[in-house]
């Protein structure tokens, strides 16, 4: 297994477009998860799945941000009608859910978004 | 969950044993205590996790105080590659919680040659 993997990992856009992100979690982890993270902070959860159900979203995910895991393996994270404040890093990770995989999540390297 | 104080910044000699310390003087019974790292432009790495004993592995050893207060984490033999941010994290384990670790500011180190 090579790990969880992000594509792209960068992405430059303008205001308005719509980007959509991938994540390839480790293939036997049940749990998935996105975090964003600004420049000089820490990562902020934004939501998680176990298998394909989203069972958690943070405040931070407004109307314009959807994620999906349909089939339980794969996610997606697309932001509608970016705004400049959408320029961050996005971050994916999986785990086993607890007690095995409990808070031991593998991270990917991110997709860096810019918006113009 | 427990917060978590760091230090913003440390600096360690290559080869010396680095000491990141965490505060964590809320913490409860049953929460954790968890060690992330992040080298510039990676994903956050798990490094280690402990409850009340002391815990070591491969990569690093964390001493956590009698009365869970604060805890430790030991690079033993840092090395340029060891530069990173590091987040120490408390958190519970809970069949029905998701792992939404939260991360703060954590402690950026700089090892230097």
């Known amino acids: 297994d090579t790990g969880v993997s992000q594509d792209p990992r960068h992405k430059i856009t303008k205001r308005g477009q719509n980007v959509t992100f991938r994540c390839d979690p480790i293939?036997?982890?049940?749990?998935l998860y996105w975090y964003r993270q600004t420049l000089g902070q820490g990562p902020e959860f934004l939501t998680y799945?176990?298998?394909?159900?989203?069972?958690?979203k943070s405040r931070l995910l407004s109307d314009r941000f959807s994620a999906e895991r349909p089939k339980g393996s794969f996610s997606t994270l697309e932001i509608q009608r970016t705004e400049q404040g959408d320029s961050a890093m996005y971050l994916c990770a999986s785990s086993l859910a607890p007690p095995l995989g409990a808070n031991v999540l593998t991270f990917g390297a991110g997709s860096r978004l810019t918006v113009l | 969950d427990a917060k978590t104080t760091q230090p913003p910044s440390m600096d360690c000699a290559e080869g010396r044993a680095a000491n990141l310390p965490c505060n964590h003087s809320t913490i409860s019974g049953n929460e954790y205590v968890y060690w992330y790292r992040q080298i510039h432009s990676q994903g956050p790495q798990y490094i280690i996790h402990?409850?009340?004993n002391n815990e070591t592995n491969e990569m690093a050893s964390l001493i956590i105080t009698e009365d869970r207060k604060s805890s430790t984490l030991i690079l033993p033999h840092a090395t340029l590659r060891d530069t990173a941010v590091y987040y120490c994290i408390v958190r519970v384990v809970n069949n029905n919680a998701g792992n939404m670790l939260t991360f703060g500011g954590g402690t950026r180190l700089m090892v230097k040659p």
């Open positions: 293939s036997e982890h049940n749990r």
């Open positions: 402990g409850l009340k």
């Open positions: 799945f176990q298998n394909e159900a989203q069972l958690e």
